[in-house]
């Protein structure tokens, strides 16, 4: 690796072999010395679930022109591994993604995406997340990857405050349908769960945990808004969680 | 159940057998009916991960004169299920928790017993996780139970703001050695990682994640501060990632 090009951690949640991260690769490839740390099988909705009470793996992996690495762990132990165990030094980027499906609104919160990229703020790297919004194995993640470069240049170039990471969504459209990234807040929104009962055939019950997912938000100025009008949407996303505005009048009660 | 009882769910991360959970239940006896829905066995650090690529089992449990609900699957499974499928109505308070071990400053983020606090907010449940700073399973909860008792009163009768939910973390002295209850800041904090590396006995390598806390952040509004002179320390804790202040400077960037 050539010591004055950026280097990028790239890392996901569909797992190692998704089209959504090979897509990523290709495009950060253009932008550093990329190095790939990722889930050696799909981890979806692990949120920021790290593995303590069992052991990691890490499997080289031969592909696309790269050693890559697959580790057993959830995305976010991918980030802890990868800076103890393989990068060289701290990287100037992170990226993770391109997610198979939204990660917009209150879905920020469950992704296993998100949270690598939120680890990355932690520990003080630049840090992005993408997601597109189709789940399909099959879609097609050209727009998405084309935003991601212009998104991941910019971090590059401008840099990020201090403990704030990106929740890049691209819309499922065609690039020439994309009217523009915007800059927004995450929607108030919540998944109203409906758990599908079912029997084993030795009769006993169990679930399926779906839901229906609600915005509760009108604003023109969140991440849902810009993504149901053809917008690229960035949020800024802070691990900070204080509600600080909060502080003051609980001081006020008896404890 | 008598109907104007609060209504409280109680769940936890450690699992349904815990010590900490049994001194949380029989703290909220006292403050209304109260209904158990934990995991079935550990589950620490899984953070807001949810069950989503396979099934849940949910079986009751008879215990401390209640039928309680073990589900198999993460802390934030286990409130959705509950909403779901087991309780009555909405519930007037939810109680995650007593923790073995603290969950303040970044540790809120790894936290499964936060989680399943912050999943109530989501679903705008006044709900509060408790954490004790010891991660011994021979802890003595007596101090917690009792400050859990008085925040959760508090938290009935004052209400939370939309969005918010409380950290409540008590430090490992006796009662008599608490000076008192501070609300305060999430502390600025990491963990460095230290991945232990042995080899099975087959030759293979693998990995133990293990860390060093360390607290970046001199304030003296912060929970570690308050811990760390033994006060108990109530962070108002919110699900809106969104880092607002960052929004303005990022819509100059051209995209």
Redesign the interface.
């Known amino acids: 690796m050539s010591s004055q090009n950026p280097l990028i951690l790239i890392t996901n949640d569909d797992g190692i072999t998704a089209p959504g991260i090979r897509a990523l690769v290709n495009a950060m490839k253009v932008l550093g010395d990329v190095v790939v740390v990722a889930p050696d099988k799909?981890q979806?909705?692990?949120?920021?679930?790290?593995?303590?009470?069992s052991?990691?793996?890490?499997h080289e992996v031969k592909q696309d022109g790269l050693t890559e690495y697959a580790c057993s762990?959830?995305p976010?132990?991918c980030v802890?591994?990868a800076?103890?165990?393989i990068l060289p030094r701290k990287p100037d980027l992170l990226v993770s993604g391109i997610n198979h499906g939204a990660n917009s609104s209150?879905n920020?919160?469950?992704s296993g995406t998100m949270?690598a990229a939120?680890e990355g703020a932690?520990?003080a790297i630049p840090s992005i997340g993408f997601s597109l919004c189709n789940y399909s194995i099959e879609a097609d993640f050209a727009a998405a990857a084309h935003?991601a470069a212009?998104?991941a240049k910019?971090v590059l170039d401008?840099g990020?405050?201090a403990?704030?990471c990106l929740?890049v969504n691209i819309p499922d459209v065609p690039l020439d349908i994309i009217k523009?990234?915007k800059?927004?807040?995450?929607a108030?929104a919540?998944w109203h769960?409906?758990?599908d009962?079912?029997k084993d055939p030795y009769g006993?019950?169990?679930?399926?945990?779906t839901?229906k997912f609600i915005n509760l938000d009108e604003g023109t100025d969140t991440d849902q808004w810009a993504l149901e009008n053809n917008f690229?949407s960035?949020?800024?996303?802070?691990?900070?969680?204080?509600?600080?505005?909060?502080?003051k009048?609980?001081?006020k009660?008896?404890?």
């Open positions: 799909p979806s909705g692990m949120g920021h679930a790290i593995t303590i009470n052991t990691l793996r890490l762990g959830t976010v132990d802890k591994i800076i103890d165990k209150i920020v919160i469950y949270s939120v932690i520990e935003f212009i998104v910019n401008h990020l405050p403990g704030v929740n523009g990234v800059v927004c807040r995450q108030k919540l769960e409906e758990f009962e079912r006993r019950k169990y679930y399926w945990l839901g690229v960035v949020v800024p996303t802070q691990f900070d969680l204080t509600a600080h505005n909060a502080i009048d609980m001081k009660w008896e404890m």
